[in-house]
Structures are given as C-alpha cells and as structure tokens.
C-alpha cells in the first residue's frame, strides 16, 4: 500500500477517521465527467427518456419529451434548444431544412453505466408508418456524447428509434441498442457499497445500499429530523458501507444536515464519511442551471471516488 498516495486521496475525497461534523470539503475528485444525450424532438414526436431503467416499469427518473407546435423562425426553433456543450453535428446543422416540423434537441448529462430507455410517442397526424412500441434502451458510458431521435425515411415515411454516438469532430456511429425486458428479473446482486445522500434545496434524497433499492427523498421540514432519524436508524449499513454526503454551502446549514453527523455517529459510521462539495462537482462537469447536479449524477461521483480510494489502498 503506498501510504503517502492513500492519504492524498483521502484528503480530497474527505475521507477522514475525524467527526462526520467537519466542513464539506470545497474540492472534488478527478471523476471523469458524465456521458451526455442530445434528444431530438419534433412536431407530432415526442421522445421520452427513462433513466436507469431496469425493465418497463422499474426506473428512476422519465423525462418528458415535448411535442411543440410549429414554429415560423429559426430563432423561435433555436430558442426551443438547451445545450450544455456537445459537439455540432450533422443532425443539428439540417435544422434549416427541417423548418416545416419544428424540430428541436435538450441535452442532459446521464449517470454511466445504468440502462437508459427510449420511448417515442408519434402523433397520428404526423403521416409516418412507425412499429409499435417505438423504444429501444442502451448503456452510456463515461465521458461519451450520444444522440437519440426517430430517423424516417423519406420514401416510404417509415421510422425507426437510433442511438449514435457523437465523437468530438461531430462524427456519428451506430451504438449497440436492446429492447428492455417487460418484468425485471429476480437479482441477487450484492449490496452496493456506498450510500449516497444528496442534500438539494429543501429535500434530502437518498438510495439504500440493498440490491436495486429506489431512491427516497425527505423534505426538510417540521418532521424532517425525526423522519431521517428512522431513515439513518433503518438504514442497512454494514461494516465496510461509505455513506457519502453531497451538500452546498447553503445546504449545509438545513436542519437535516446539521442533524446528519449526530446521526451516523450513533450507527458508528463517522470514520466511513465522505463528505462532498456540490460545487466542486458542478464545477468539474460544467453542469448549468438548466441541467444541475441529480442524485442520479451524486451517485455516480461518490461511487467512483469511492472506487478510486480503494483502488489506491489496494495498491
């Protein structure tokens, strides 16, 4: 084990054997940033995407494709966009020949690693012949653009649902795609070995460290305290679980985080704390106002600087 390079690592992660009570640490590990999706909508098409989903009716997060209505300019089209930094590629710069269906793309950063659907809603009055369901699921990765749209063609007015990859000359390729299954199979998957508590605006949320456990969320109010002392006391923390904290400056003064460090302390985890700056990690991924940091992001972050951290004992 090289001690030297283990400490510095504890140090700035915020892994520390000292009370779960000392300030978020402003920096954050190298985790390498999320993968991103551009998805394209349009007139009479709406693309909705399902975040970490596990099978038709197990997932985290839907967000919601819209189906706007036609607009005359480019800069009313434009003004439907939300970019948070992917390369231009062919599929936006067609826009101006697309006018007549007023199309449009939102980009949002996507945690690595965990399964996400598609699913295309066409109105009857879009003039397109498309197989239904219209879905299709794939895998991102770490540090990877991808696109996701209905492709038609022009001739017979079919479609089908693609997902390219974007390269950072805004070239595409084929990705690997799979239908997502209609029951989730019964896991035994180990236990994970972090458990992520995010501290956004008036709400806690969090994920349990059992297999394939949803994602709770407290708000921080009246009864907040008292509900997060049964949640910390129910939690199923084992020997070897690191429960990481991610808070702002402005979060760190709620009343459910102040109440955390007592709370954890009872459950003897205090020397298993990584306490984590929101900031930092928004910083480091560039993420926007329009696409903050989600627990879906947390967690991704403080399982891989967890990672990171054993990695470097280990050695």
Known sequence: MRLQSLFMAMAVLGITEASAAEATPDVAANVERPARVRVFGQKGIALHTYTNARCEDEYDDEIEGEAPREVKTAAGRSRLNESIGMPETDSTRSFAQKASVSPYYKEYPMAPGQPVMFDAQVGSGSGLRCARPLQTTFVPQAGMDYEADVAQDAATRACTLQIRSVAADGTLAPVQTAPLPKYCPRESASPAPVMTMLFDGEAVFYRYVEAN???????????????????????????????????????????????????????????????????????????????PLNFALAEYYCRAAVAAVAAVAAE
């Open 213 to 291: 456990a949803g994602v709770d969320e407290l708000e921080n109010d009246k009864g907040g305290v008292e509900d997060l002392e049964e949640a910390i006391g129910e939690a199923p923390l084992l020997s070897t679980t690191t429960v990481c904290v991610v808070s702002s400056r402005q979060t760190e003064q709620s009343p459910l985080a102040k109440a955390l460090p007592g709370l954890l302390a009872a459950r003897g985890v205090q020397g298993r704390v990584l306490r984590v700056s929101a900031e930092a990690i928004s910083a480091q991924w560039q993420l926007t106002p329009a696409r």
